[in-house]
């Protein structure tokens, strides 16, 4: 009972900070039609680019929550100087065409990223313990957990529900809904589908950049923290059904359970259950679980 | 019969003087040349399926399959030629493809990616955890042995790169004259439209299979031939950035052409060895930088530049969807 509490706790943590990951790589392809490679690298720069802004922050003496603070500005610059350069400056030249040859666009922005970050950052780790330490620890059970890992889950719940009710209920995210449904009505109905697109990939950017700030706390932040993200996070999106956020979150914990009960019961096959979870999703599911059936193209 | 004679032709001619040019090669180069020779070899697998419109970002697993099953041949049972251990990597790696094959032929684009991605990924863990293979560290492989002659130091490596070259050669020649042939063109059709090849009569699914296996078999002796290059396998083989390598490469060089893959292969790997030593952190920049200027400017890759005449790019937004 009490292992299968920690299993359950362990995989929704792991779960909520997927999420947050995959949560960008799925509206950016729900709206733009793009499976972004790139993201594992917005994220790596949102981690470096968190650790340097808290370490500013604490040098300056604004410690405690100021450092969590410090996260959101991090992530928060990363979007506001990323996307313009990547949108407008690449992206939106390959519109419409084959999605597969717009996932070898961003593979190459993804290469790209990995040198960019070590040319800015350097190869050298660093270390930002003080956000995690800001929230003391909680006993569940017999069981001591991190407050702040604790913290990722409903952070992970405010983003995803910000985002939903966002698209549903507000005025923008309705016209955004109605891009993606029909973008060239939605052109003649007086939309500027342009800023729509640069809006969504920015927010995109911005929870990339968010879910790596978020991790800072928790790892040496290192050249190489992009190449393992960008996969984990496809098999979630794959798995939910890509473009569909509620698919993000379901995808996100089974995974996240399906990886830490590996850990606990099966530690031999820890490195390769999302994938197989991944395979087995998409032989029964092939267009993943929250997918609408499609024509063919005729 | 006339367009085979000059495809034969041309592939024994090419293989000729790339052999020749083995004996002036520096030993650096000659080693380079050998993995881009199989480096090609893998990336014309995937070119073989992006004429049929996919692309696999797994082909580390036959790549791998290839290299254990030949490794292993070698490392435990002592069998060093290499002449059988190509045809052990290929058979064992279009084996296993036969096996997956009708399984990831229904899907398209992204899912077809993704799950030919996903396997090879789960291949990647289960070889990393079997400590009897060598785990997560590998095994390490006796030098190859040719047709009875065992090389010593230098000649070794020629006599290798001379047999990377003849197989490079072989499945280039077979790959063009599938190319243009009856299936051949069925898959060429079927990229531009699946619909409607299968209301004229032909079965996509069994193209994609076919291609799928043809894929296996030629990342197979990729494999093999990288394994006796390095003298080493372990499970990175298989991991995703393998395969992302091949389908960089076989995007750089096209599917119009069954030669410029080699090409391809060749600045790749010169492109990452001269800036692995010059600029180490910044080689995956120029890379990608590289791949963009490709897409942009020449999106059927470099085949492109003389086998014009043989794919027209269809236009871009004549598409009709249901």
Request: charge should be neutral; proline fraction near 14%; avoid cysteine.
């Given at each position: 009972m009490n292992l299968a509490l920690t299993i359950l706790i362990d995989g929704v943590i792991y779960a909520s900070w997927l999420f947050i990951v995959a949560l960008g790589l799925t509206l950016v392809f729900g709206v733009l039609r793009i499976l972004n490679f790139a993201h594992g690298g917005l994220y790596a720069l949102g981690a470096y680019s968190a650790a340097v802004t808290v370490g500013w922050f604490t040098g300056h003496g604004l410690d405690g929550w100021f450092t969590i603070l410090a996260m959101f500005i991090a992530a928060l610059a990363v979007a506001v100087i990323v996307t313009p350069i990547i949108e407008r400056g690449l992206l939106r030249f390959f519109y419409g065409r084959d999605e597969v040859l717009i996932l070898l666009v961003t593979y190459a922005v993804f290469l790209m990223l990995e040198d960019i970050t070590k040319l800015i950052f350097g190869v050298d780790p660093y270390y930002v313990f003080e956000p995690r330490t800001l929230l003391g620890n909680v006993e569940i059970g017999s069981l001591f957990y991190v407050g702040y890992d604790l913290a990722l889950i409903g952070t992970a719940i405010v983003c995803g529900l910000a985002v939903w009710l966002g698209l549903r209920r507000t005025r923008i995210g309705k016209v955004t809904l109605a891009v993606i449904a029909e973008p060239e009505v939605a052109a003649t109905m007086g939309v500027n589908v342009s800023r729509i697109h640069l809006l969504a990939f920015g927010l995109g950017v911005f929870l990339a950049a968010l879910g790596g700030a978020l991790t800072a706390p928790l790892i040496?932040?290192?050249?190489?923290?992009?190449v393992s993200v960008v996969i984990v996070s496809f098999a979630v999106v794959i798995i939910g059904g890509l473009g569909s956020i509620p698919g993000a979150a379901i995808g996100a914990l089974i995974v996240g359970i399906a990886r830490s009960f590996a850990v606990y019961k099966v530690p031999e096959a820890e490195i390769f259950i999302i994938y197989l979870v991944m395979v087995v999703v998409l032989i029964f599911r092939p267009e993943g679980l929250f997918k609408p059936i499609q024509a063919r193209r005729i | 019969m006339n367009n085979t004679l000059k495809v034969v032709v041309i592939g024994a001619i090419a293989a000729l003087a790339l052999m020749a040019l083995g004996f002036a090669m520096p030993r650096w180069l000659l080693f380079t040349a050998t993995k881009a020779v199989a480096f090609g070899i893998v990336a014309l697998g995937i070119v073989t399926l992006m004429r049929g419109g996919l692309v696999s970002f797994g082909q580390g697993m036959y790549y791998c399959v290839g290299a254990y099953a030949s490794g292993q041949l070698a490392a435990r049972y002592g069998v060093t030629d290499a002449f059988i251990l190509l045809i052990v990597g290929g058979l064992g790696s279009g084996l296993i493809a036969a096996v997956v094959a009708p399984l990831v032929a229904r899907y398209r684009g992204i899912f077809f990616a993704m799950l030919t991605m996903a396997l090879s990924m789960v291949l990647y863990g289960v070889l990393a955890k079997i400590n009897a293979i060598g785990g997560s560290d590998g095994f390490n492989l006796p030098k190859p042995t040719f047709a009875g002659f065992a090389p010593q130091d230098g000649a070794s490596d020629i006599a290798l790169y001379a047999v990377a070259v003849a197989t490079a050669s072989l499945c280039a020649v077979l790959c063009r004259l599938y190319y243009d042939s009856r299936p051949g063109l069925i898959a060429l059709a079927s990229r531009e439209n699946e619909l409607r090849v299968e209301y004229l009569g032909a079965s996509v699914f069994a193209v994609t299979a076919r291609n799928f296996i043809i894929a296996g078999v030629l990342a197979g002796l990729g494999g093999t031939i990288n394994a006796m290059a390095l003298g080493h396998v372990d499970p990175f083989f298989s991991y995703w950035t393998t395969s992302g390598e091949f389908v960089f490469i076989a995007i750089l060089g096209g599917y119009a052409s069954a030669i410029a893959v080699f090409g391809a292969a060749l600045i790749t790997e010169l492109v990452r060895s001269f800036s692995g030593s010059y600029f180490p952190d910044s080689w995956q920049l120029l890379l990608g930088i590289f791949l963009l200027a490709v897409i942009v400017f020449l999106p059927l890759g470099f085949g492109s530049l003389w086998a014009r005449r043989r794919v027209t790019p269809p236009p871009a937004d004549e598409e009709i969807r249901s």
């Open positions: 040496s932040v290192q050249p190489g923290i992009s | -």
